[in-house]
Every structure is written in structure tokens, then in C-alpha cells.
T-cell receptor
């Protein structure tokens, strides 16, 4: 089992460009999450999907959109990248969207917006 | 809203000693508290979960305590090893349907 996979691993964008970060999990989990991690800020939730067919905003959703393509895949889209979106992005999954379920994280995507 | 504070300064200890990391929260007491380990360039990995009605939880050399009166969790690594060097994150439930709120993490360095 690969667990949670993310592509790409690294990306450099120019301001205004768009891109989609891909995430897939092979653990048959219902819930998936997108976080960003900035120095000194910890992990902040961007969007999550409690189950296939549903998505909800997290703490910092502005400038992002998500798609829960199927039970396995959850993508994050930046429509018009800004330097403030330079960050490390992590996708995670859990069996259910409950706080006693551990979350499994992918390896991250390091995004730089110039 | 809930705020979480972890030691912002890195913790440096000698191999064999016990490392103690602190996680303080400011608002409501969470029903669950989780601890994760994160190595440089990698995603966090789950270590332990403790429930609000549990005072202490152990797993091998790891011990977590949860004091709802002090609004604090302590994370201990006994007989620390250089391989324990990493950043440790605490996470609390957001009291709104199962999402987690993460602290900023504490970097631990264990010297041989």
C-alpha cells in the first residue's frame, strides 16, 4: 500500500498562473483533507471532504478550490497563484471525519509562487 | 476560537535523558488530543491519541498526559535517542465535527 500520494513534489509558478495539486489514497478512507504549512504557523486546514461527494471550507480557503473526484482522489486547485500561497501543501486522509481517527499524511508539495 | 501553544524554541537534550514537550490550549477542553512526529521534508506521522477522560497514555518509550484543569498535555520520550530528533506536533479536535487544529510544533534535537 502506498498510503497517501501527492503530485507534484515541487512546483514553481509565476503570479497569476494556475495549477492543480493531486492527492490519492489507497486505504479506502472516507475523509480527506488539504493543509498548508508555513514556518511558525503549524498546519492550517484549507478544505476537507468528510465523505465522497462533499467538501467544506477549513480555516484558510480563500484562493483555493477543491474537487473530490472519487473516494480515492482529492485535488486542490489554485486558479490565480499569489506569492502568499508559497507554502508546503499536505494532503491527509482518515477513516472518518472524527477527531479520534488518526490522519495519514502524504509527503507534501513544495510550492513557490514568484 | 481555540489556540494551541507549543514550545516555540527548539529543545536540545542529551541521549538517554527524558524529553518533555508541552502543548497548552486556551479555550474549551477537547475531547481528544493527538501527537504527531514530523521529519524534515516529510508529512506528519501519528504517534498517540489521548481522550479527555484519560490522564495518561503510554506506547513503548512514549508517554502522554492530559490535564484538563491546566489545559495542558505533556509528551515524554524516555531514554531518548538521536533517532528521536524531529518536530513534534500536538493536535486537538475543533469541537465542530471532527476537524483537527494543529500546534506549530516543537523541534527536538537529541545529541549523542
Amino acid at each position: 500500500n502506498a498510503g497517501v500520494t501527492q503530485t507534484p513534489k515541487f512546483q514553481v509558478l509565476k503570479t497569476g498562473q494556475s495549477m492543480t495539486l493531486q492527492c490519492a489514497q489507497d486505504m479506502n478512507h472516507n475523509s480527506m483533507y488539504w493543509y498548508r504549512q508555513d514556518p511558525g504557523m503549524g498546519l492550517r486546514l484549507i478544505y476537507y471532504s468528510a465523505s465522497e461527494g462533499t467538501t467544506d471550507k477549513g480555516e484558510v480557503p480563500n484562493g483555493y478550490n477543491v474537487s473530490r473526484l472519487n473516494k480515492r482522489e482529492f485535488s486542490l486547485r489554485l486558479e490565480s497563484a499569489a506569492p502568499s500561497q508559497t507554502s508546503v501543501y499536505f494532503c491527509a486522509s482518515s477513516e472518518q471525519s472524527v477527531s479520534y481517527n488518526e490522519q495519514f499524511f502524504g509527503p507534501g508539495t513544495r510550492l513557490t509562487v514568484l | 476560537s481555540q489556540k494551541i501553544e507549543q514550545n516555540s524554541e527548539a529543545l536540545n537534550i542529551q541521549e538517554g535523558k527524558t524529553a518533555t514537550l508541552t502543548c497548552n490550549y486556551t479555550n474549551y477542553s477537547p475531547a481528544y488530543l493527538q501527537w504527531y512526529r514530523q521529519d524534515p521534508g516529510r508529512g506528519p506521522v501519528f504517534l498517540l491519541l489521548i481522550r479527555e477522560n484519560e490522564k495518561e497514555k503510554r506506547k513503548e518509550r512514549l508517554k502522554v498526559t492530559f490535564d484538563t484543569t491546566l489545559k495542558q498535555s505533556l509528551f515524554h520520550i524516555t531514554a531518548s535517542q538521536p533517532a528521536d530528533s524531529a518536530t513534534y506536533l500536538c493536535a486537538l479536535d475543533d469541537n465542530q465535527g471532527g476537524k483537527l487544529i494543529f500546534g506549530q510544533g516543537t523541534e527536538l534535537s537529541v545529541k549523542p
